[in-house]
C-alpha cells in the first residue's frame, strides 16, 4: 500500500482509498481520469483550404512545361492542367478529413510535383530542332515527343509561324508534316531523314530544302 496526499485536506491516505477518509474528498485514480477526460476530436477545418493552395502550385508548374512540350498551344495546355489541379483537389477533400491521412497527402503532393516535371523533362529531351538558313531565309521545323510540331518561315519580306502543326511519322521515321499558316492556308511538307540531315518539300513554294539538326 502506498500513501498519497489529499488534495483537499492534504493528509496522507491510502492510494487505494475511493474517498479520503479525514474530509471525504472523492479520490479519483490516474486511470480513471483518463477515462473521463474527453479525446479531442480531429477538425479538417483549418485544412480547409489546404488542397486548393496545394493544387494551384501543382498545375501552373505543369502548365509551364506543357507550354514547352506543346509549342506554347495554351489552349491544350491550360485544359490539361486545370484538370490536374481539380484532381489534386478532390483528392485533398477526400484525404483532409483524418490526422492519418495529411502524411499521406503531402506524400502525394509531392509525387504529383515530382511525377508531371519528370514526365515533362523527359519528353522535352525528346523535341527536335531542325533548320535551313541562308543569307535571307530561314526554315525552321520543331517537332515534340507528343505529335505537335512548329514550323517557321522568315525572310526580309514576312515572318510565318503556324498557327497548328501535326505530323506524323512513317516506318524509316520520315516526317509528314500538315500546317496551318497565318493566312489559314492549309499545307502539306514531305520529309526525309537522312544521318543529320532532313530533306523536305513544302507543297505551297514547290521546292525542297535541305535542314540540318541543331
Known amino acids: ?25 472523492p479520490i479519483v485514480k490516474k486511470e480513471e481520469k483518463k477515462k473521463q477526460e474527453p479525446k ?30 506543346t509549342f506554347n498551344s495554351i489552349g491544350i495546355s491550360l485544359l490539361i492542367s486545370l484538370v490536374y489541379g481539380v484532381i489534386i483537389y478532390l483528392l485533398s477533400k477526400y484525404l483532409l478529413n483524418t490526422k492519418q491521412h495529411i502524411k499521406k497527402f503531402a506524400w502525394l ?22 533548320v535551313y538558313q541562308d543569307a535571307s531565309t530561314t526554315n525552321e521545323i520543331q517537332f ?11 525572310n526580309p519580306d514576312i515572318d510565318v509561324t503556324s498557327k497548328t502543326c501535326t505530323f506524323e511519322r512513317t516506318e524509316k521515321q520520315n516526317p509528314h508534316i500538315k500546317y496551318t499558316n497565318k ?32
Open 144 to 154: 515534340s515527343a507528343i505529335g505537335l510540331c512548329k514550323y517557321k518561315y522568315k
Open 1 to 25: 500500500m502506498t500513501l498519497i496526499e489529499c488534495p483537499e485536506c492534504k493528509k496522507e491516505i491510502s492510494d487505494k482509498a475511493k474517498e479520503c477518509p479525514h474530509c471525504g474528498y
Open 109 to 130: 503532393v509531392i509525387l504529383f510535383i515530382a511525377l508531371p516535371l519528370l514526365i515533362s523533362l523527359f519528353l522535352l529531351t525528346k523535341n527536335e530542332d531542325w
Open 40 to 69: 479531442k476530436r480531429f477538425s479538417s477545418k483549418k485544412y480547409k483550404y489546404t488542397g486548393f493552395i496545394c493544387s494551384i502550385p501543382c498545375a501552373l508548374i505543369l502548365l509551364l512545361f506543357l507550354l514547352g512540350i
Open 183 to 214: 493566312f489559314d492556308n492549309e499545307q502539306e511538307v514531305h520529309c526525309v531523314v537522312n544521318d543529320k540531315k532532313m530533306i523536305c518539300s513544302d507543297s505551297y513554294s514547290k521546292r525542297s530544302l535541305i535542314l540540318d539538326k541543331k
